[in-house]
């Protein structure tokens, strides 16, 4: 009798293993304590040496600064240049704020994710808690992506997402035992969206990031603020394959409270009536959710860089 030999597990849960002390990761554990340190400290001083530390890197990343640069000019061709730079700098010190504050996911307790970590619009949610329907959080990239998720879990919703594994394995082993430190799947982006889709129909929660450029091939051209993108058209698949209702939701930082927030838009549950329309209506959800404080949005990625045939690369030198 030939013995049953189980299929590798798609989920992306890396292990400590001694590989990780290897002098090359040593930058990472040496720095730990002081993220340790960083997770207690009131936040108000948290976020001063942040804001230093993002002025800092704005200025010295020059790459990064072109692509929010660019894609600012395509979605809003309206603004000065001067309101367009402000805010590519207040990006930056969102985004070290980020940096900073995320060790919080690995190192507080319950009740002090319940007390910094406010999710708006959360009356949405209620009259699909305890039904038969899968909730399915459609969320952008901004800068705090990860804290309404770990919040949800923490609460006991079983979630599943799908990662970009990093390069330096040392930061993929923590940012993946935060992320899963209260149960969960997560996916690597290598498993395809059918193992995503798998966890919802077994009754996970999913937390799917799909606003990147995925590719002319694979998506719609529609408009998304002043400019034209290569868009998804996702969430129709995700409800038809599912029967799941969709939440869209942004996760934004409060610097004034030091309160990180997940705003949740209305449930989404009919199907587009095309490709065309279901990608759009992703990009409004977007607009809607960061067109009042749009430096929470990850600028720096290549959002623009699929073009109909005969349109140049915007980012092309």
Known sequence: MTARINPPSPEH???????????????????????????????RWRDAVAVR????????ARRSRRRAEINLRLCFPQWSEQRRQRLVDEMFELAAISLLSGTTLLVRSRRWLER????????HLKPYLGGDKPLIFVVPHTWFVDFPGLLLASRGYPMTTMVNPQKNEATDYLMQKARSRFG???????????????AIKEGFCAYYLPD??????????????????ATL???????????????????TYDRSRGQFRGVIRPAI??????????ARRLNQEIEALIGDDPAQYM?????????????????AR
């Not at 002390?21 to 720095?31: A, I, N, R, T």
């Not at 969960?184 to 798998?198: Q, W």
């Not at 058209?233 to 996760?251: D, E, H, Q, R, S």
């Open 13 to 43: 849960r890396p292990s400590f293993r001694l590989a990780l002390l290897h002098p090359k990761y040593l930058g990472v554990w040496l720095s730990m304590p002081l993220f340790i340190l960083l997770a207690f400290l009131p936040f």
């Open 269 to 278: 549950t009919e199907v587009a009536a095309d490709r065309a329309a279901d």
């Open 233 to 251: 058209p996702c969430m129709g698949k995700m409800l038809n394959a599912t029967g799941g209702v969709i939440f869209p939701m942004a996760a």
């Open 53 to 60: 530390l993002g002025r800092v890197v704005g200025r010295r």
């Open 184 to 198: 969960g799947k997560i996916f690597g982006r290598g498993a395809g969206i059918h193992s995503l889709l798998g």
């Open 116 to 123: 910094h970590i406010k999710l708006v619009g959360e009356e």
């Open 299 to 315: 600028w720096i990625l290549k959002f623009f860089k699929s073009q109909p045939p005969g349109t140049p690369d915007p980012y």
């Open 212 to 229: 990147q450029d995925h590719g002319q091939a694979r998506s719609e051209y529609v408009p998304l603020f002043a400019s034209h993108k």
